[in-house]
C-alpha cells in the first residue's frame, strides 16, 4: 500500500503532502523509533461528535509536531463506504 503513496523524487509541495498522508495513515506505535508519530486509527465505540473533536485535534496536533512546514487550515470528516471516519486535512504553507 506504501508504494503507492511514495513519490521517490518529489517536488517540494510533494514531499509536504506525503508527509501528511503519512501522518494521517500511520497509528501511534507503530514506528520503532518514533512510537507518538500518526494519528489514532482506532477510536470505537464513543460518540461520533466526540470521536470527531479528538481525531480532529489529533491530526493538528501530528501536523504541528511532525511537518512544520504547513499549517492545518482545517480538518474535515467523512465516513467512508464501511462506515469509517476519516479525516482530511487542508493545509497551507505558513
Known amino acids: 500500500m506504501a508504494g ?7 517536488s517540494a509541495v510533494e514531499e509536504v503532502m506525503q508527509c501528511v498522508r503519512v501522518l494521517l495513515s500511520t497509528s501511534p506505535g507503530t514506528v520503532p523509533l518514533s512510537r507518538a508519530l500518526g494519528t489514532p486509527q482506532d477510536l470505537v465505540d464513543q460518540p461520533e461528535s466526540m470521536v470527531g ?4 485535534a ?3 496536533r501530528a501536523v504541528r509536531t511532525y511537518e512544520p512546514r504547513v499549517k ?3 480538518v474535515r470528516l467523512s465516513l467512508d463506504s ?13
Do not use: E, M, S, Y
Request: hydrophobic share 55%; aromatic share 6%; net charge positive.
Open 72 to 74: 492545518v487550515k482545517r
Open 58 to 60: 489529533a491530526v493538528i
Open 82 to 94: 464501511d462506515g469509517r471516519l476519516l479525516a482530511v486535512a487542508d493545509v497551507v504553507a505558513p
Open 53 to 56: 473533536a479528538q481525531l480532529q
Open 4 to 10: 503507492r503513496w511514495i513519490n521517490w523524487q518529489p
